[in-house]
C-alpha cells in the first residue's frame, strides 16, 4: 500500500519561502515520477512542479518557474518542493502525487495514481 505524506505547508507573508517535504511508502519510488500539484478554491487541480524517477528532470508551471525548485531524495523516499518569493495568487492546498511505474514526468492529473492528502500555503499580501 503506498502512501504519501505532504508536510511543511502553512500561513508566510508575500516575498517568503516555504518547502514542502512529501514523504512515500511503498516500493519503486525511485522508478516513478513525481508531482507537486495545487488547488485553489474554485479552480481546477494543476501541476506546479514535476520530477523523474532518476532525478535527472524536471518541470516547472510557467506561473513557478524560477522562484519553486523540485528535488528529491531517492535515499529517503521524500520529494521536496522549495518556494520561494511567494505571491498571494499561490495560496492553494498542494498535493504531491505518485506516477507508479513511469520515471517520465506527466503533467495531467488523471497520470498519476497516488495522492497525498494536501497541505494548506496561504501567502498573505
Known amino acids: 500500500q503506498v502512501q504519501l505524506v505532504e508536510s511543511g505547508g502553512g500561513l508566510v507573508q508575500a516575498g517568503g519561502s516555504l518547502r514542502l517535504s512529501c514523504a512515500a511508502s511503498?516500493?519503486?519510488?525511485?522508478?516513478?515520477?513525481m508531482g507537486w500539484f495545487r488547488q485553489a478554491p474554485g479552480k481546477e487541480r494543476a501541476i506546479v512542479a514535476g520530477?523523474?524517477?532518476?532525478?535527472?528532470?524536471?518541470y516547472y508551471a510557467d506561473s513557478v518557474k524560477g522562484r519553486f525548485t523540485i528535488s528529491r531524495d531517492n535515499a529517503k523516499n521524500t520529494v521536496y518542493l522549495q518556494m520561494n518569493s511567494l505571491k498571494p495568487e499561490d495560496t492553494a492546498v498542494y498535493y504531491c502525487?505518485?506516477?507508479?511505474?513511469?520515471?517520465?514526468?506527466?503533467?495531467?492529473?488523471?497520470?498519476?495514481?497516488?495522492w497525498g492528502q494536501g497541505t494548506q500555503v496561504t501567502v498573505s499580501s
Open positions: 520530477i523523474s524517477g532518476s532525478g535527472g528532470s524536471t
Open positions: 511503498g516500493r519503486t519510488f525511485r522508478s516513478s515520477a
Open positions: 502525487a505518485r506516477r507508479t511505474g513511469y520515471g517520465v514526468i506527466g503533467t495531467m492529473t488523471y497520470e498519476y495514481d497516488y
